[in-house]
């Protein structure tokens, strides 16, 4: 057979499958691709909108977001006022009220989050930090999971869903009757993300006049990376229970600011940190 003979028979014949495959093809591909989906169950790992998007957070945020929603609280969380605070196990996401809220996570740590299982070490970590920077007297001992209970928080701006954050609260157990409290941390409140720690009450051998609070917010201040500090005129002496304090304040969202306030409990030597609004 010729080679134009062919060419002049297969020209029609490749004419008529393109034809056909215009007509039919995206059917037959449309079902190919619909076997491999269909009758077969798919996992996607989403982003659970209860909580809502969390968006990334400068330190001086995250600083004023969680004293804001600590304060919604109304009771500050030293051990000398613990016993009285409401519990929050039984607050429920879908019925937050207020304009900021501080309520337990059921839903655990997300892959990026503090585990349960690595939340000691961290706290670990963190204390020999801050005593190296002077913050913490080199006297306060180690965390460990007998003696501490270890619970995690969403701290949320209600008004602002996605204004929100997630931190572990360490605390002595108060399941160790006649535990000595000497040179022990007794609470406080953890990036669940960074492990920094923002807020502490700890028992030491120290007294007031030993400290220098000025070198401690310092150095606490450039170890969670904020800016801005400046320290706090104080207008009402009887804001505190007890007259050994100072108080700081740092940038916070919408020109509105953090207060600090190192303080010392004189009677049961508990030096503390805290932050509020």
Known sequence: MSRKRI????????????????LWGPEWIARYQDRGVLNHITVETVENEREGYRYSLNSNEKLYLLSKCLNSQALQESELSAMTRPNSADVDYEELTGAYAFVV????????????????????RELADLQELGVLPQSVREVTKS???????????????????????????????????ANRLIDAYIDADTGRIYEFYVR??????DLQPD????????YLGL???????????????????????????????????????????????????
């Open 7 to 22: 060419i002049s028979i297969g020209i029609p014949v490749v004419a008529v499958i393109l034809l056909l495959f215009a």
């Open 105 to 124: 996570n059921r839903q655990g740590p997300s892959g990026q989050e503090i585990t349960r299982e690595q939340i000691f070490a961290i706290c670990n």
């Open 147 to 181: 003696s501490y209970s270890a619970e995690l928080y969403s701290a949320i701006d209600v008004l602002e869903p996605r204004n929100n954050m997630v931190v572990w609260k360490v605390s002595l157990s108060t399941n160790v009757q006649n535990a000595d409290k």
């Open 204 to 209: 030491t051998e120290g007294k007031w006049t």
């Open 215 to 222: 070198a401690v917010v310092e150095a606490w201040s450039g």
């Open 227 to 277: 800016t801005g500090g400046e320290s706090a005129e104080v207008t009402n002496p009887l804001s505190e229970t007890t007259p050994y304090y100072e108080k700081y304040y740092f940038p916070g969202m919408n020109d509105a600011r953090t207060m600090v306030t190192v303080g010392f409990y004189e009677g049961i030597n508990e030096l503390f940190l805290k932050i509020e609004n």
